[in-house]
């Protein structure tokens, strides 16, 4: 529909053929250009040349289409994710629908309002649903800031294994932006006890980095939490070794 209704000049075709004609009139690809380089630095297939190439035109196609946010740090890896798995152009009309109809307003624009909107609605999310963690935070002066923010600008791209992210982005593209709060809230379930158990930052980011990069982490459970009760009846996916009636169990006391 976005595709549909777009006048030429918004058309991907024609942003290509603008890139080269515009250059350094446009602030945004400097800070493409550095990023580029970091995007998925430890995957082979993500950070190859190819998709790197894909990634560089698709933001500077949306940049030029959309000049009021441009390009903010962490719409690479968002786009990079796209680009691996469609075509580029349906990977700029994605990245267009999920950066203006699915994510807040102002996520990726230079104030990052929105962003910073959201970081305060997690906030006060953990401390309804998790009040014992978030007491535990507050007495010890730890900030969950600093951790989180990069997990929803960057969508949990950077945070979790693949696998999980694809089916986490399966949730937010059918539910909305709310899927990123239950996220977030079910790793913080999940390390619950060994976060209780540490009293400063350092700690705390080193239990949360630790958790999800780390293979033995059961990103499936968070995954299993975050579906609906009715999931498993409709799409029983691929997720083994996992009773979901028991992971279930636990959706009515986070969400």
């Known amino acids: 529909q976005k595709k549909e209704s777009a006048p030429p000049e918004l ?15 446009v602030k945004s690809f400097k ?12 995957s082979t297939i993500m950070s190859s040349q190819q998709n790197l190439q894909k990634t560089r035109n698709v933001l500077r196609a949306y940049a030029i289409r959309n000049p009021e946010i441009g390009y903010c740090q962490s719409m690479n890896f968002l786009c990079a994710l796209l680009c691996f798995y469609l075509e580029e152009d349906y990977a700029y009309w994605v990245l267009a629908a999920l950066i203006e109809d699915i994510i807040p307003n102002d996520y990726y624009s230079p104030s990052m309002v929105g962003s910073r909107v959201d970081q305060q609605v997690f906030e006060s999310c953990v401390a309804w649903k998790l009040p014992k963690l978030y007491a535990h935070f507050k007495s010890n002066n730890m900030l969950l800031e600093p951790i989180t923010c990069p997990w929803l600008l960057c969508q949990y791209t950077t945070a979790l294994p693949m696998e999980a ?16 709060l239950r996220i977030g809230l079910c790793i913080l379930r999940l390390k619950q006890a060994d976060l209780l158990a540490v009293k400063d930052f350092i700690d705390m980011y080193s239990v949360l980095r630790d958790s999800v990069s780390n293979s033995l982490f059961n990103y499936r459970s968070i995954i299993c939490i975050n579906q609906p009760k009715d999931y498993y009846s409709k799409y029983p996916g691929n997720v083994p070794k996992i009773d979901p009636n028991n992971m279930l169990s636990k959706v009515d006391t986070l969400m």
């Open 11 to 25: 058309q991907y075709e024609y942003l290509l053929t603008k890139i080269n004609t515009l250059g350094e009139e």
């Open 31 to 42: 800070d493409i250009e550095k990023d580029i380089p970091r995007t998925y630095p430890t």
């Open 165 to 180: 992210v694809c089916r986490i982005w399966d949730c937010l593209f059918w539910e909305g932006s709310v899927v990123n």
